[in-house]
Every structure is written in structure tokens, then in C-alpha cells.
């Protein structure tokens, strides 16, 4: 399982779930996690039909798509999608 | 000596009664002048002479003020087209103050106008003024039921607060308002993402004193074209006065951006939008040109163009609040020094989530982002008041009128 992270410096909320990020990396350091800056990767945006920031997307072995989360969410909902996909 | 006596008790007692006798002003004998005051409600200069003639009233109670609302009663209307045609007067708008054969049309402040009405009603004191309606055969429906203005309309409580003068239960009302406003409007995200950019170059710099005189520089810079922004409305809705279907355009206005406000807390989106990329990427890297400029004070020249620039091009994502606002604190006939005192407040208020954010980040060192959960609070509350404001603007304009 890896999750990508899709963030802008412009954009508050992305602001808001960065420590929170940090602190569930830092408890969890088998988890795989890439964080794209959208201005810097802007293809992502239709790649991963994005149309909001931020956007974390869980995906499989594969690199198939498994569940995404949007928007300012708490730990709780981080951490659950994680148990639930850890062995995917 | 009797009779001596008995002329001089009478002459005292004479002299005595003359003594108590009211001033010309006070004349017992004088009789009443009747003023004949066609208003609407909502009508902003009609709400200026209803205080002036209050206080004409006090002043000399003979005058009894009869009063004639037209918006809302077309017998009124119908009465005051009467008036104009026996009288051959336009009588296209409200205020129209008629006293014996003279119509005034309008009404300026009470130096001008009121100064005008006040010379009227001292003409009828003295001479035998027309009394238009009772020759049109409306006396005794007027004489009936005066109407005379309320004389005491001061509320109980009043706060003296510096620049804003009196605060009563009204403009109370107003300062909480326009608290309410700014917030909701400085919380739109939209309006932030270019000083996180500033931060976020910010940071980089290793000279302290220049991050802070930069960041402060676009802050301010905002801020005051912002002010320029509501003072340029502010000024259209007072030079127009209250024209109906401005006041229910921006009613309507006030509905819609109320609507969008209560669906967005609805809808809970804590996101930014994803669409404008490409334009932001170009601001920003217009931003890091500026900043690296090795010559401070043309960096500190660009960034104020900058800020001005970005947020006239932005103000669009306010979606109506200035305008809304400011038809509201136009209708409160308030001094000048009131209306840009509380245009302060608003900017004030507007800017500090953007202080906060900013100062946050340079004493840690760190982009800071105010969650989007505050953001859904003031969504809701203030898209209710914005949807609340809008219904009065259009239903019932009198109960906005706060000055």
C-alpha cells in the first residue's frame, strides 16, 4: 500500500494536514507516503482527477486506486483507511 | 390714593403675567402649523428629515407634522399625486414636505433643507399660510388622527466609544454587523492563498527585518485597496440614495451569497479548488521575482503593486459582501467620520486572519494555515445574517436603517 499526497503552498488546508501527516509518518515508519506539490506536477491533476487540494489517495501493489480521502480530515480517518488497507 | 394704589397693584400684577408669558418662540397663541411630510420607508434622506422635524417638534410644539408613508400605503401616493397636481409641482420622489403654499422637494441635511423648512414654518407663525390639504378636503381625515412624530426615540443604554461616538441598542447592532461581515469576507479562502505564497518565499530569506517589512508592506497594501474598494461603494449607495431596485438588487444579491454560504457549510467542503493553477503558478512566480530583487526598496515598490494589483483582480471572490455591507451602512445616515470609522473596523477585522497567519509564520518559521473548520463557523453564521439582510433589504428596509 502507498499513499500519494496531492498539496499546494497556496492552499490553507494543505497547510492544516501537514504536521498532521507528520506525526502519523513519524508513528508509522513502514508507511510508503509521495507528496506532490500541484504547481510542480501539474499533470497530476488529470491524471488522478483531481478538484480539490488536499487529496490523499490510497493505492495497491498494482498502483490501482483503493480509496481517497479530501479536504481538511482528522488522524482518526488517516489512521482507519491505513489499518484497512495495510496489506493490500 | 386708592385709585393710585389699585392702578399700581394691577400694573404689578399685569407685568407679572407678561413675565410668565412664553418667549415668541413658546406663544401659547400661536397657532398650529401644519406640516405635511410625505416619506418612504427605507428612504434614507426622508429617515434624516423625520429625525430633523422630531426635534422641530420639541422645539416648538405647534408644529404638528403629519405624516404620509408611500411605498407601502398607495393611498398616500395617491393623495401626494393629488398635492402635486393642485399645487403644479413634480412630485416624482419622497421627501416632499409641503407647509402652507410652499412644496420642498427633497431633503440635503438640516443646515440646507431643514434650515429651509425651519423658515417655512416661522412664515406661517407670522402670516395666514394655505392649508393645502384641508382645501383639497382631506381635513378632516388629517385632523382626525394627527400623526405626530415619536419625540423620544433615544434608546436607555448607550456605550461612548472613541470614532464611533454613541454606540445605542441600533448601532450596537451595526458595530456587531459589521464585526460579522468582515470576518465571513476575511475568511474566504481566496483571499489568502497569495500572502502563503509570500510566506512561503518569505521564509527563505535570511535578512529578519526585511521578511517582516515585506510581508507587513503586502498586508497593508491590501488592506488599504480593500478600503478604497468599500469606500467607492459606500460612496455610490450614498450619492444614488435609496433607489428601490438597487436596494432589491442587492437584496437579491444578499440571498444568493447567503444561499452559496449556508451550502458550502452544508456541503462541509474544507478544500481549496483545484481550477486557476495555472494563474497562480504565474503570480507566484512573479512574487519570487520580486523578492529577489537585490534592491530592497524596489522589491518593497513591487510587492505594494503587487498586493494592489492581486486584489483588485480578486475581489470578485467576495462575491457581493462589499456591496451588501455597504448598502447597509449607507442607509445608517451616519457623519462621515462614523461611515469611515466603520469601513476601519471592517478592513480591520477583514485583515486579521492574514495578520495572524502571517505573524504566526515568521516567529516560527513555519507556513501556517488556519483550519477550514473555522472557516464552516463563520460560513454559517454569516451566510444567515447575509440571508437575513437580504430579506430585509427587499421586505423591510426601515428595520436596517441602524444610525
Not at chain 2, 394704589?5 to 407685568?15: D, E, G, M, Q, T
Not at chain 2, 489568502?192 to 521564509?203: H, K, R
Not at chain 2, 488599504?224 to 455610490?236: D, H, R
Amino acid at each position: 500500500m502507498k499513499v500519494l499526497k496531492f498539496g499546494a503552498i497556496w492552499c490553507p488546508g494543505c497547510l492544516v494536514m501537514r504536521p498532521r501527516w507528520q506525526k502519523i509518518e513519524e508513528q508509522n515508519e513502514w508507511l510508503v507516503t509521495e507528496y506532490f506539490d500541484i504547481d510542480e506536477f501539474p499533470e497530476m491533476k488529470e491524471k488522478y482527477r483531481l478538484q480539490e487540494y488536499p487529496t490523499f489517495i490510497w493505492l495497491d501493489q498494482n498502483d490501482q486506486e483503493i480509496d481517497r480521502l479530501t479536504g481538511e480530515v482528522s488522524e482518526e480517518e488517516i489512521l482507519d483507511l491505513i489499518n484497512k488497507y495495510k496489506e493490500k | 390714593m386708592k385709585r393710585l394704589l389699585s392702578l399700581l397693584v394691577i400694573s404689578v400684577l399685569i407685568f407679572n403675567i407678561f413675565s410668565f408669558l412664553p418667549t415668541k418662540a413658546e406663544a401659547v397663541f400661536v397657532k398650529d402649523v401644519p406640516v405635511y411630510f410625505f416619506r418612504g420607508e427605507g428612504c434614507p434622506h426622508c429617515a434624516a428629515e423625520e429625525i430633523f422635524l422630531e426635534k422641530l417638534v420639541l422645539e416648538k410644539p405647534y408644529v404638528k407634522v403629519h405624516d404620509f408613508e408611500i411605498y407601502n400605503d398607495k393611498d398616500n401616493l395617491k393623495l401626494m399625486r393629488e398635492v402635486g397636481e393642485y399645487m403644479k409641482i413634480n412630485v416624482a420622489g419622497v421627501p416632499l414636505t409641503i407647509i402652507g403654499d410652499k412644496a420642498i422637494s427633497g431633503y440635503l441635511n438640516d443646515a440646507t433643507t431643514g434650515q429651509q423648512i425651519a423658515n417655512q414654518v416661522e412664515q406661517c407663525e407670522i402670516k395666514d399660510c394655505p392649508d393645502i390639504l384641508a382645501d383639497l378636503g382631506h381635513g378632516a381625515l388629517i385632523y382626525g388622527q394627527p400623526e405626530v412624530l415619536e419625540e423620544n426615540k433615544i434608546a436607555a443604554a448607550e456605550v461612548d466609544l472613541p470614532l464611533f461616538g454613541k454606540l445605542s441598542g441600533s448601532t450596537t447592532s451595526l458595530f456587531a454587523l459589521t464585526t460579522a461581515i468582515a470576518f465571513l469576507d476575511g475568511f474566504n479562502p481566496c483571499a489568502m492563498w497569495v500572502l502563503l505564497f509570500l510566506i512561503t518565499l518569505l521564509l527563505g530569506m535570511e535578512d529578519k527585518k526585511k521578511r517582516w517589512i515585506l510581508g507587513l508592506a503586502f498586508i497593508i497594501s491590501s488592506g488599504v485597496v480593500y478600503y478604497l474598494f468599500l469606500a467607492a461603494w459606500l460612496n455610490i449607495f450614498l450619492f444614488i440614495g435609496m433607489i428601490a431596485t438597487i436596494r432589491i438588487i442587492i437584496g437579491l444579491v444578499a440571498i444568493g451569497a447567503g444561499y452559496f454560504n449556508l451550502k458550502s457549510w452544508y456541503d462541509h467542503k474544507t478544500g481549496c479548488i483545484a481550477e486557476g493553477s495555472e494563474n497562480r503558478r504565474k503570480i507566484f512566480d512573479k512574487l519570487r521575482n520580486i523578492i529577489s530583487r537585490k534592491n530592497f526598496l524596489w522589491a518593497l515598490a513591487g510587492i505594494i503593486v503587487l498586493a494592489a494589483v492581486i486584489n483588485l483582480v480578486e475581489l470578485v471572490c467576495s462575491a457581493g459582501l462589499p456591496a451588501i455591507y455597504t448598502q447597509v451602512l449607507a442607509m445608517a445616515e451616519l457623519s462621515p467620520v462614523g461611515y469611515y470609522s466603520y469601513l476601519l473596523w471592517y478592513i480591520f477585522i477583514f485583515m486579521l486572519d492574514d495578520l495572524v497567519v502571517f505573524i504566526i509564520a515568521m516567529v516560527t518559521l513555519q507556513a501556517f494555515g488556519i483550519s477550514s473548520k473555522y472557516a464552516l463557523y463563520t460560513k454559517l453564521i454569516g451566510g444567515i445574517i447575509i440571508l437575513l439582510l437580504g430579506i430585509l433589504l427587499i421586505f423591510k428596509p426601515a428595520w436596517l436603517m441602524f444610525g
